[in-house]
């Protein structure tokens, strides 16, 4: 079955450090989704990546979807103490949505 | 804002009890789906239902694991035997979009079962 992979599994940033996060399919997807999850909480949807070299920003987030419609990565310019959390992709297959395990950002203030 | 339901938000059982977990998913949502994380650990996919089916099905969703949709609300997931590995955070989610292009998916705030 299809399988998307993430990596790194934590990062440890200083604040106003700059954080990426990346996610790799086994097979092609039809979009790619990424949710942020605050300790404690459930994951909240960011943004859904539909086109092959699609890029899309909100504000210091840089969402990429690759030309193969394989990987995608999440990029956040100078980090701040409300960024914390954990970052999931989410590809879509057929009929389902599968996350990848995820990338514990912390920041030190 | 509408939001996705969840009930109990924590059940405690004993190993071998059947257990049932309830959502409410977004009224005008299509599609349905259940998701289970254990503690630290990633999102798993569990079940995708749409059109009162099961649209797909993961590995960890086996004989022990039943979906339903009883009425026009609620959309319930029943665990027949627990063990303890069952023990885990469990969403339920649901979106609005058409196959192979879902949409966002709102979450539920969870239903934490423990299995003693």
């Known amino acids: 079955g299809q399988q998307v992979m993430q990596i790194p599994q934590y990062q440890h940033v200083q604040e106003g450090e700059d954080f990426t996060t990346y996610c790799n399919s086994s097979t092609t997807l039809s979009n790619i989704q990424w949710y942020k999850q605050r300790p404690g909480g459930h994951p909240v949807f960011l943004i859904q990546l539909v086109k092959s070299g699609e890029v899309k920003k909100q504000k210091r987030l840089t969402f990429q979807f690759g030309e193969a419609k394989k990987n995608s990565s999440l990029h956040i310019t100078a980090t701040q103490t409300t960024d914390v959390g954990t970052y999931f992709c989410?590809?879509?297959?057929?009929?389902?949505?599968?996350f990848g395990a995820g990338t514990r950002l912390t920041v030190k203030p | 804002e509408p939001e996705v339901t969840q009930t109990p938000s924590h059940q405690v059982t004993q190993m071998g009890q059947e257990v049932i977990l309830r959502c409410v998913p977004i009224s005008n949502h299509l599609y349905f789906y259940w998701y289970r994380q254990i503690l630290g650990q990633k999102v798993e996919f569990l079940v995708s239902?749409?059109?009162?089916?099961?649209?797909?099905k993961s590995e960890i969703f086996d004989d022990q694991f039943s979906v339903e949709r009883p009425d026009g609300s609620n959309f319930t997931l029943k665990i027949r035997s627990t063990k303890l590995e069952d023990s885990a955070m469990y969403f339920c989610?649901?979106?609005?979009?058409?196959?192979?292009?879902?949409?966002?998916?709102?979450f539920g705030e969870g239903s934490r079962l423990t299995v003693l």
């Open positions: 989610a649901s979106s609005e979009g058409a196959r192979a292009n879902t949409g966002e998916l709102f």
């Open positions: 239902f749409y059109n009162n089916e099961i649209s797909e």
């Open positions: 989410a590809g879509e297959g057929n009929n389902d949505m599968r």
